[in-house]
């Protein structure tokens, strides 16, 4: 299994976007040094909890300070971009990172980011991120196209060897793509299993996680491709101490319980998901607090225990393949932060079972 990072970013409203953009980039190294896979900078309008509107941006900077660890978007939000101008600067970034780029696509979740487009009915928001990456895919392919749509049009001509154009194709001659589901029966995660792109899912319980992979694989045998569980992305929090007492601390009192107080859980009510991380019978959602989330859905502690925590996880939801845990704010003590970074990706990772 692999480990991977999601920086949203989950930091609070009172942080500069120099603070922010610092954070962003000084992670992306911590997390190549720690042996991270993976690198995904979430994309939000309006969003003062999750407060990078270009994660471009972040991407290009962190390319110069990393070696090995693949970087993306979390999600480039398709309705809100023009399709050529986002296929050109994609398969730019596939070059200067060498290859190491992977794309996040995704129809936008959040009215106020449409709005701000000039976007009012959403209900056409996946129409047309189908109909951007038909045209992303056109112009990735070098060839000439002539392309007119219900919502864009784009066109590439003849080569002219007195004038030639550049060569647009992505590194490698492909790009890399993730969609990420929310919901439980998400028609994203189905999108993904039809045209072969990988899965992430937001950890909410682990029914949710198997009916994830289950509308995963069935659209995936519809289209006639194979499922591999080892792309299934899951996106879970995890806080590695050198004690369990030091961990829970550390997640409780430090950026993750401030962010899950006054900003996760509110989202996951609006969202309806919170019910699955009720592990207890009858609990009422309302009552879910820090403390309930440090003992049953974060996975918290050592070493020892975060490792036997993973393996019992990935077990129980039939295997995946990279674990993504989301970033927090530790601007203040990054020490304890990077800590725990070092110690899941070089300590823990190492002796989780590959089920997949």
């Known amino acids: 299994m692999q480990v991977a990072m999601f920086q949203t970013p989950f930091v609070p409203p009172s942080r500069t976007p120099k603070e922010v953009f610092k954070w962003a980039v ?4 911590t997390a190549d040094q720690a042996g991270f896979s993976e690198y995904w900078i979430g994309e939000h309008a309006m969003q003062a909890w999750e407060s990078i509107p270009n994660p471009e941006l972040v991407i290009a900077a962190a390319a110069l300070e990393t070696e090995e660890i693949r970087l993306g978007p979390g999600a480039h939000l398709l309705p809100y971009h023009q399709p050529g101008s986002l296929a050109l600067q994609v398969s730019f970034l596939t070059h200067v990172t060498e290859g190491r ?13 449409a709005a701000i487009r000039g ?3 959403m209900s056409k928001n996946h129409e047309m991120e189908l109909e951007s990456l038909e045209i992303m895919e056109k112009i990735w392919s070098g060839e000439p196209f002539n392309y007119k749509g219900k919502y864009w049009s784009a066109s590439v001509a003849e080569n002219d060897p007195s004038h ?17 589901g929310l919901s ?17 899912s937001v950890y909410a319980g682990d029914d949710f996680l198997k009916q994830h992979w289950a509308t995963y694989s069935e659209a995936a045998a519809g289209a006639g491709r194979d499922a591999h569980r080892s792309i299934h992305h899951v996106v879970r929090d995890v806080f590695v101490g050198e004690t369990d007492e030091e961990a829970r601390k550390a997640a409780i009192e430090g950026g993750m319980g401030q962010a899950w107080a006054e900003y996760i ?5 609006r969202f309806g998901i919170l019910g699955g991380l009720i592990k207890h019978p009858g609990m009422d959602p309302q009552d879910i607090d820090l403390e309930y989330l440090a003992d049953n859905v974060w996975i918290v502690g050592s070493v020892e225990t975060v490792t036997a925590k993973i393996n019992e996880f990935n077990e129980g939801v039939g295997g995946f393949g990279v674990l993504m845990p989301y970033s927090y704010d530790y601007m203040d003590t990054p020490e304890v932060w990077n800590n725990s970074m070092e110690l899941l990706g070089k300590e823990v990772m190492p002796k989780v079972k590959d089920i997949a």
């Not at 028609?187 to 992430?200: D, V, Y």
């Not at 859980?265 to 009510?269: E, H, I, M, R």
């Open 164 to 180: 030639p154009h550049r060569d647009v194709r992505p590194y490698g001659g492909k790009v890399d793509i993730g969609v990420t």
């Open 26 to 29: 000084d992670q992306a190294v």
């Open 119 to 121: 976007i009012t009915d």
């Open 101 to 113: 780029y992977v794309l996040g696509v995704g129809a936008g979740a959040y009215p106020d980011d």
């Open 265 to 269: 859980l509110p989202v996951y009510k």
């Open 184 to 200: 439980a029966k998400s028609p994203s995660i189905k999108f993904a299993g039809e045209r072969g792109f990988m899965p992430l």
